[in-house]
């Protein structure tokens, strides 16, 4: 076994990559073709998912396969080989294996424990079987990570520590309320027909919307979900779900928005189905006025229409200060209050004052009527006073005689940079408030469907594969997590040490097909030399000779087969063929037989998703299993 695996994954590129690398259907088909004509690569299957994009090939070198498809890779994802590279990882043999049983559990997902993936594995050894591009340790391996996961789901709570994108996403964007209370009575849009979108528009319905219109380029394929989900409504025997479904065509996608108070998409398009724009016009009017900017962002901006009442009240709220208004004072009070932004002991207030009127301040605050402690340290020559012992309401100030350079330096800063240095305290700002959602959107796709500046309108809730990344990253991974970690462990050595064994069974059998060529030769020998013997003589002398063949070749084929079995077993294959002189044809031609024979009965497994036992992979079957992870 050779099997090695170049990808990328959300663990490994930025979602900026990932959108960009983003294979479309015929992109992994051409990958796939070209991967199997490569010179190092003789199986090929292509794991492709919204957060991933994993090749995964049988090859008879190791270097040349790393750089044969890293190079594929490159070029049909789009992505330059250099800029690609950095992101890439690489596993071979049980490493790669290891991976891809990692993934069939969940426990590779951006969401730990969610099922989707499963189904993903599925159609990519479909599509590898449809192609004839998955020999037999492909079609193995595939078929063993289906039971894998399966195994993990049913035996552990892995579920429990994660939910799909789609479950996940709605409870970012539901802000720690119940899904199914945030959700009830909610008119809901989904965009798109696929997996995932009928998952979404499922997943909605059960939680209790109003309404669900599906949006599709197909039609026939938005009103076939819209009947499954009205029959699903009509079905129900509690009766708290009366969802009414219809479909659209995608033309009426912005007056439904108009309408919607959730959008979830999910497309195989290109480009961006919702953009900036038609998110903010079909919220336009739904928002309190008093909280939109007159940018459209939501945030203050001065001498704007749409200011709102807080920001333009920031100068009236500021403290009050008693600077200036003493007798004498040197600042022009009048002319500091009419500076907006600042308050009178901010920059404003010394702006423009030079050497003279510094000093002529300090002398006024010197002789002003401070506080005791503070004349107190002023008449020792202090200049420094630390923050955190001085009096309440002391401001340290330079003494104007010892300290007539300092001033004089910063007096050319202030010459210089056009204002006075000063080291204060930031005032405070006052926040903008942001309306509730009033649109809530919900972005599965890659590359992306729904232009990620929307989430700077107000009245907009986006939440999208990027931000499910970073949110993910803090869930609490569950104690099941570490038993489906030893399943996937068993599992590899399990998968391996049955590998190993296989790569001997060819030389074995024809040990034992030479063995028997042996015994029919000399049966024909005897018959020659003894033409008088009866049926039931002959027959009991061949017998014997069987079985003493047999038994002379039983315990050296089944030792061997544990001592191929165990790591480093790869070369008692070797061993066996020289020593009893097998004609490597004919290890060859019972090899080719048995692939023949798998990948016929592979192909037949991937028509049913089963390797002819019946539920291996009924979890894979549920249409929530068949969605983008």
């Not at 802000?175 to 528009?201: H, P």
């Not at 006024?364 to 503070?374: N, Q």
Request: hydrophobic fraction near 45%; glycine fraction near 8%; proline fraction near 4%.
């Amino acid at each position: 076994m050779s099997l090695l695996v170049v990808g990328l994954s959300h663990r490994s590129a930025p979602v900026s990559v990932l959108e960009r690398a983003a294979l479309s259907a015929d992109a992994q088909i051409k990958l796939l073709q070209d991967t199997v004509a490569a010179e190092p690569a003789t199986e090929a299957t292509v794991l492709a998912t919204c957060n991933r994009i994993e090749l995964y090939a049988d090859v008879d070198k190791f270097h040349a396969g790393v750089a044969e498809l890293s190079t594929l890779l490159a070029r049909h994802s789009g992505v330059g080989l250099d800029e690609l590279t950095p992101h890439l990882y690489v596993h071979y043999e049980d490493r790669a294996v290891h991976q891809l049983f990692s993934v069939a559990c969940g426990l590779d997902s951006m969401v730990i424990g969610e099922g989707q993936i499963l189904g993903q594995i599925k159609d990519a050894l479909a599509t590898s079987q449809e192609l004839h591009t998955a020999g037999r340790l492909l079609n193995d391996l595939f078929q063993q990570a289906l039971r894998v996961g399966k195994r993990a789901h049913s035996e552990t709570g892995i579920d429990r520590a994660g939910q799909s994108l789609v479950t996940f996403g709605l409870e970012q964007l539901s802000s720690g309320t119940e899904v199914d209370a945030w959700a009830r009575g909610k008119r809901a849009l989904v965009i798109g027909a696929g997996s995932m979108s009928s998952l979404a528009a499922a997943t909605l319905a059960r939680a209790g919307v109003a309404e669900v219109v599906v949006a599709n380029r197909t039609f026939d394929r938005a009103e076939r979900l819209a009947e499954i989900l009205n029959e699903q409504s009509e079905r129900n025997e509690q009766g708290d779900t009366d969802v009414l479904a219809r479909a659209v065509p995608m033309e009426s996608v912005p007056d439904e928005l108009t309408r919607a108070d959730v959008a979830v998409s999910c497309t195989g398009a290109t480009g961006l189905v919702l953009t900036a724009e038609s998110v903010a016009a079909a919220v336009e009017g739904r928002t309190p006025r008093a909280l939109v900017s007159g940018d459209g962002t939501g945030r203050a901006v001065p001498g704007g229409a749409g200011r709102t009442a807080a920001a333009a009240g920031v100068r009236d709220e500021l403290p009050p200060t008693s600077v200036g208004t003493d007798e004498n004072c040197p600042l022009d009070l009048s002319a500091v209050q009419r500076t907006a932004g600042f308050s009178v002991l901010g920059e404003a207030a010394v702006a423009g004052m030079d050497a003279t009127e510094l000093e002529q301040h300090a002398a006024w605050v010197d002789k002003g009527a401070g506080d005791a402690a503070g004349r107190a340290q002023r008449s020792a020559g202090s200049v420094a006073v630390d923050e955190a012992q001085a009096p309440a309401g002391y401001t340290a100030v330079l003494d104007p005689a010892a300290e007539a350079d300092a001033i004089a330096a910063l007096a050319t800063a202030a010459a210089t940079v056009g204002r006075v240095p000063e080291r204060r305290r930031p005032e405070p700002v006052a926040e903008v408030p942001r309306p509730t959602p009033v649109l809530s959107l919900l972005d599965l796709a890659m590359p992306r469907d729904i232009d990620a500046a929307v989430h700077r309108l107000p009245g907009v809730r986006l939440v999208d594969i990027e931000s499910l990344a970073d949110a993910s990253a803090d869930v609490p991974m569950a104690s099941d997590v570490d038993q489906v970690r030893r399943i996937v462990s068993d599992e590899v050595a399990a998968f391996g040490a049955a590998q190993r064994a296989a790569h001997i069974t060819p030389t074995v059998v024809a040990l034992r097909t030479m063995a028997a060529d042996v015994v029919a030769g000399e049966i024909a020998r005897l018959d020659g030399r003894l033409p008088g013997l009866d049926e039931k003589q002959r027959g009991e002398i061949t017998q014997t000779v069987r079985r003493v063949v047999d038994k002379l070749l039983h315990a050296p084929t089944v030792r061997v087969k544990q001592l191929a079995a165990e790591p480093g077993g790869a070369g008692y294959a070797d061993a066996l063929r020289t020593l009893f002189d097998l004609d490597p044809e004919t290890v060859a031609a019972v090899s080719r037989a048995d692939d023949g024979k798998n990948a016929g009965n592979s192909g037949n497994a991937g028509a049913t998703g089963s390797t002819g036992n019946s539920g291996i992979t009924e979890n894979a079957e549920n249409a929530e299993n068949r969605g983008r992870a």
